[in-house]
Nanobody, 117 residues
Framework: QVQLVESGGGLVQPGGSLRLSCAAS????????MHWVRQAPGKGLESVSGIYNDGTMTYYADSVKGRFTISRDNAKNTLDLQMNSLKSEDTAVYYC??????????WGKGTLVTVSS
């Protein structure tokens, strides 16, 4: 069965960095685009970043552009999100999600990122 397991969240000070990882299993990882989606406390879901199955194209929400970098390793079935210059408004649960024809059909359980001094 499809499994997506996020890791790397935690508490970081404003201006700091974190690297999130998502370990994928149960499907042909290199056949699908992947996404990072977040949910801040009391707010709705926000699509943060996505990457094509072969890594050739990526997108970023305006709120994270220039600060976050998405990447994938198809040999290791992993998806990463490097987050730099973190702000308090980046505080959220971050989910890794698998794409299916433009929708998201499988999600991980999420990892909490807290940006606070």
């Amino acid at each position: 069965q499809v499994q997506l397991v996020e890791s790397g969240g935690g508490l970081v000070q404003p201006g700091g960095s974190l690297r999130l990882s998502c370990a994928a299993s149960g499907f042909r990882f290199n056949g699908y685009s992947m996404h990072w989606v977040r949910q801040a406390p009391g707010k709705g879901l926000e699509s943060v970043s996505g990457i094509y199955n072969d890594g050739t194209m990526t997108y970023y929400a305006d709120s994270v552009k220039g600060r976050f970098t998405i990447s994938r390793d198809n040999a290791k079935n992993t998806l990463d999100l490097q987050m730099n210059s973190l702000k308090s408004e980046d505080t959220a649960v971050y989910y890794c999600a698998k794409d299916l024809n433009g929708g998201l059909d499988y999600w991980g359980k999420g990892t909490l990122v807290t940006v606070s001094s």
